[in-house]
């Protein structure tokens, strides 16, 4: 550490006001000896060298550096309570400690408090007879809190962090300044907040007049992995979102629960909820506390079963999030910070004033993967240790290390008897690892993705045998309906003739004329001899329902894959999850139409992936528009965006907006914009892809209101709900559909679908990139295309169909996905009846290829 | 503005702009057969409101009033009236 790095540190720190809680709390202990202040973290190594490391970090930090040397300022009348950083040369102690059990940390540790007014961070190492070691580290817990703990070892263990900036992004931000209006604002939002939650005490694991011991007891249970799957499930089966957490809390409730009526005390329980202050996704502040408590409340009624529980605490989370409780609570700390340490017990404990959990639940450091990582996973074991605070005197925290779930119960001696323990315990476990009941459902053909592709399939399956279709959204259509793409591409033969001449029969024209008659539309062209059917969003959607009703079709929404099960070479069944409750679904074939080669991901079959996909684009609609003739439209649109460019207001990627085909009528027209975001799938990017498209029709709205009359009344109606993302990974087939074989119009014996849309690859070029072939000739697609190249009954429609990255640039129009999707269904069909190959093969071609 | 005028100064920014090299064009060629597509109509617009700085009617903007230079020009003249 550097004298430059040194001085980098920040002089004076404000307490952030949850902390305040934790002085309060100190103040307690002292006066009625009750009470834990001490967060700690230990790991366990199988040898000296993961010690080495750590021990080398610490000596080198500034900040453990900074806690070492710094001093607590309590609040006077004028000035908040804050830590006063001065350089007095205090440097770290690593105390060694041996132990005869592997380990078991020795009591000296587990019992030693840590005061205020000295080292507020403190090392332990314990040297085992058998040679592993153990490292714990620990610290009051005002000047951390647990997730922070999670930081400071990231920060730790990084180089770089040495580096000074970074070390202020450790520290809270400054508060802003309020006027004096603003604070009598927030007084009442306050005092609304604390009527709110506020209610009768309630029963909590220590009572008051009980607790005079301050023996920390801590009791870990280990889950196996297997044992650890088995709660993420019944997790999800029992409702609970965002992870594992709220299932976990509603069993330690259950436990408590169990708890109190053993005790004859049963009642309403209280549970908190860890509320993170800080920023999402950023990774500080470490100094001070920045989780607080909510609360929400259980009644007997909620506490009849687990799924109740989950029920209950999912519904009171929304709310509080629809009443904005997490800002008013931290309007709460911050005023809590103003006023002096004997009104802020007063407020915080006495009776009815404020809220005392029924225990306290610390979800700190869930996943120590890369934390262990950064030990270079000489780490066998990491704990958490969390302290009791008292009261309730007792806290649950959950950790996860080599994919298995630990639980703590940390407590103090007189709060619970061994046997009340045990009481407590059974009462968690039971609900945790309850038998997970799966519903198993049978069906001969499965189809994966309700989009074109997939009701195709699902209607050319079921002319002939069960099936069960699986769709992500709440409605049919896939990217037709949910990225409002507005035209039909792939039906009619390329030329330049006016008249549009269907190159597909069969299924996929029948849909597309009962669509055209079902929008009022027809056939269009442009003058590069493309034709299209422009449609209405709600008859597509209103048509495949109808559809996939009066074939009887079972139709999942809102449900999603989540594993397969192969035997042999065959797919044997699927788990699907729908509103957090798991279907197990047997088939005899199964067809992928998810756009995204799905079954094939689950399956970890081969795949064919691109760095980069091509751009997605973004529909929107806008109404109040000027009335006007649509070429006139496109004109005009194409005029400003084109001056914008030019005099550097939009940026070039503003070319890429079109008027979507016959779509404006009465003043309402529909949008396309193109995502100059690389499509990537990398978490997070559809995120990203969707707010910048969001970004960008508003410039558009905003821009053309101001300079162009004929918006002058223009208004954003809505946004489509997905982005149309082009193209996506596809499976590996029996044979992979080339750019040649489109551009050479090859036929093939074996064909099952005719392509007729020239290569469209948008990219991140300002113009669409176009490959043409003859004119009034057409590729076609075979069976192999299709078919799997390992698993005998899983087959592919639409987007997803095996093929290059060029040749699905094609072929992944819509009007080739209802040719593609229905082969797909027919085959699936086929084989589930144990129908000969090329037998099926020639009824597909009598019924869509030979037009 | 005489009519020619505006004509040779159409032609002339197409040529130095637009066209292929060895692609020769008169005021009364159909610009979209000459491979003149309606991005290049749009930039061809943006020209002329600039240089003559006026402005074309938003409700004029369709591409049968842009079919040949021959037409444009006619627009211009009217415009600068």
């Known amino acids: ?851 | 503005m005489e009519l020619y005028t505006v004509e040779s100064d159409i032609l002339n920014f197409l040529i130095k702009n637009i066209l292929a090299e060895n692609v020769s064009i008169t005021a009364s060629f159909t610009l979209r057969d000459i491979g003149i597509d309606s991005f290049s109509i749009v930039e061809i617009i943006l020209f002329i409101e600039r240089k003559y700085g006026l402005i074309i009617p938003d409700e004029y903007l369709i591409p049968d009033h842009f079919q040949t230079v021959n037409h444009i020009a006619k627009l211009v003249i009217q415009l600068s009236v």
Not at chain 1, 550 to 560: L, V
Request: positive net charge.
């Open chain 1, 1 to 851: 550490m550097t004298a430059a790095t040194k001085s980098k540190l920040p002089a004076k720190v404000y307490l952030t006001g949850a902390d305040n809680f934790y002085l309060m709390l100190a103040h307690k202990s002292k006066v009625e000896k009750a009470g834990h202040n001490v967060l700690r973290i230990v790991f366990q190594f199988e040898d000296e060298t993961g010690v080495k490391i750590i021990s080398e970090k610490i000596n080198q930090s500034p900040i453990i550096f900074w806690f070492l040397n710094i001093t607590l300022v309590n609040r006077t009348f004028l000035s908040k309570p804050h830590w006063l950083y001065k350089d007095k040369g205090v440097k770290p102690v690593i105390i060694e400690h041996n132990h005869d059990i592997d380990k078991q940390i020795p009591e000296e540790i587990l019992n030693r408090e840590i005061s205020l007014n000295d080292r507020l961070i403190e090392f332990d190492q314990i040297k085992y007879p058998s040679g592993k070691v153990g490292f714990v580290i620990s610290w009051h817990h005002i000047i951390m809190d647990g997730r922070g703990s999670g930081f400071l070892i990231r920060h730790l263990m990084r180089d770089g962090f040495s580096d000074s900036n970074s070390i202020l992004e450790l520290f809270p931000v400054k508060e802003n300044k309020n006027g004096l209006i603003h604070t009598i604002k927030n007084m009442y939002e306050v005092r609304d907040f604390v009527q709110d939650s506020s209610q009768a005490p309630i029963e909590t694991v220590a009572e008051k007049n009980t607790a005079n011991s301050s023996v920390f007891k801590l009791r870990t249970l280990q889950f196996t992995n297997e044992e650890t799957g088995r709660i993420d499930a019944n997790a999800k089966n029992n409702g609970a979102r965002f992870g594992s957490n709220i299932f976990q809390l509603a069993a330690c409730a259950h436990g408590i629960h169990e708890l109190n009526k053993s005790r004859g005390k049963e009642g309403t329980i209280w549970l908190p909820i860890p509320y993170d202050g800080r920023k999402r996704g950023g990774n500080g502040p470490i100094v001070t506390n920045s989780i607080s408590f909510l609360f929400y409340r259980l009644e007997i009624k909620d506490l009849k079963t687990i799924k109740t529980t989950v029920s209950s605490i999912n519904k009171q989370m929304s709310e509080q999030l629809r009443m904005d409780m997490p800002n008013k609570y931290n309007l709460l700390l911050k005023m809590m910070r103003h006023i002096p340490i004997w009104l802020y017990s007063f407020l915080t404990t006495y009776s009815s004033r404020g809220v005392v959990a029924s225990f306290l639940y610390s979800s700190a450091g869930e996943d120590m993967r890369d934390m262990n990582a950064l030990l270079l996973n000489k780490a066998t074991d990491i704990l958490v240790i969390p302290p009791y605070i008292y009261p309730p005197g007792l806290t649950f925290s959950f950790l996860r290390h080599n994919n298995c779930l630990k639980m703590n119960i940390a407590y103090c001696e007189s709060s619970l008897t061994n046997q009340e323990l045990q009481v407590l315990e059974n009462g968690i476990k039971e609900k945790l690892l309850q038998e997970n009941k799966i519903e198993t459902i049978s069906s001969d053909v499965i189809v994966v993705g309700a989009g074109s592709a997939g009701v195709a399939a699902a209607l050319a399956a079921a002319e002939t045998n069960s099936v069960i279709l699986i769709e992500k959204n709440d409605y049919p259509g896939g990217k037709a309906t949910a990225a409002e793409v507005g035209t039909v591409c792939g039906l009619y033969y390329f030329s330049k003739s006016n008249e549009s001449k269907y190159v597909v029969g069969g299924f996929a024209r029948k849909f597309a004329e009962d669509l055209a008659r079902a929008s009022s539309t027809y056939p269009a062209s442009n003058n590069l001899g493309l034709h299209y059917l422009p449609y209405n969003i709600d008859a597509y959607k209103k048509l495949c329902v109808t559809l996939l009703h009066k074939a009887n079709i079972k139709t999942f929404y809102q449900t999603n894959v989540k594993a397969t099960e192969i035997v042999g070479s065959e797919i044997k069944s699927i788990l699907v999850i729908k509103n957090g409750t798991e279907y197990k679904i047997n088939c005899k074939a199964i067809v992928d139409c998810s756009g995204e080669a799905k079954i094939s991901k689950l399956s970890g079959l081969p795949i064919i992936e691109e760095k980069n996909y091509q751009t997605a684009s973004q529909v929107f609609t806008v109404e109040g528009i000027k009335e006007m003739s649509e070429t006139n439209l496109i004109m005009l649109l194409m005029k400003e965006l084109r001056a914008a460019i030019i005099d550097n207001v939009a940026d070039k990627h503003f070319e890429k907006v079109y008027v979507l085909n016959s779509s404006f009528k009465n003043g309402v027209a529909s949008f396309k914009l193109n995502v100059p975001i690389p499509v990537t799938y990398a978490p997070g990017n559809i995120d990203e892809l969707r707010a910048e498209a969001v970004k960008r029709i508003n410039f558009f709205i905003h821009h053309f209101q101001k300079h162009v009359p004929a918006f002058v009344n223009a208004k954003l109606k809505s946004i489509a709900p997905e982005l149309g993302i082009r193209v996506g990974v596809r499976p590996v087939g029996k044979y992979i559909l080339t750019e040649t074989d489109v551009l050479n119009c090859t036929k093939f014996d074996n064909a099952i679908a005719n392509g007729a849309w020239p290569i469209e690859k948008w990219g991140e070029n300002v113009k669409v990139e176009m490959h043409y072939f003859k004119e009034n000739d057409y590729y076609q697609i075979p069976a192999g295309c299709l078919q799997s190249k390992q698993i005998s009954n899983l087959f592919f429609g639409g987007r997803n169909i095996s093929a290059t990255e060029n040749a699905i640039a094609s072929a992944r129009v819509m009007g080739t996905c209802l040719q593609t999707g229905f082969a797909a269904g027919k085959m699936a069909a086929g084989y589930s009846q144990n129908s000969i190959e090329s037998d099926i093969i020639k009824s597909i071609q009598q019924m869509q290829i030979f037009v």
